[in-house]
């Protein structure tokens, strides 16, 4: 089993900046994607940014210039740095780590934290 522990989400103006972090509990050692979902009241959870092992990135149309995803393979987190930020940016936003593992392929995710953007 792998904890993820989310820590940063708050209340900002429009504008603002949060930056979120997601640590996992152990080092996974096969290649593995973490990345950070959001879900806003009413709406179906949605892929917001996702970076793999090694590096590789991918954003939402709507954060692209906006958010940045990073990771410190060494700590075994994963960070988002969100600026001009926007009131529809308003969710709750989780972490997620995917990875293969004996043929099996698992997904985990954190319990979420609230991102409110007030305008």
């Known amino acids: 089993q792998v904890q993820l522990v989310e820590s940063g989400g708050g209340l900002v103006q429009a504008g603002g900046s949060l930056r979120l972090s997601c640590a996992a509990s152990k080092s996974i050692v096969s290649t593995n994607t973490m990345g950070w979902y959001r879900q806003a009241p009413g709406k179906q959870r949605e892929l917001v940014a996702a970076i793999t092992s090694r590096g590789s990135t991918n954003y939402a149309d709507s954060v692209k210039g906006r958010f940045t995803i990073s990771r410190d393979n060494a700590k075994n987190t994963v960070y988002l740095q969100m600026d001009s930020l926007k009131p529809e940016d308003t969710a709750v936003y989780y972490c997620?780590?995917?990875?293969?593992?004996?043929?099996?392929?698992?997904?985990?995710w954190g319990q979420g934290t609230q991102v409110t953007v007030s305008s």
């Open positions: 997620n780590l995917h990875f293969w593992f004996l043929q099996r392929e698992l997904d985990y």
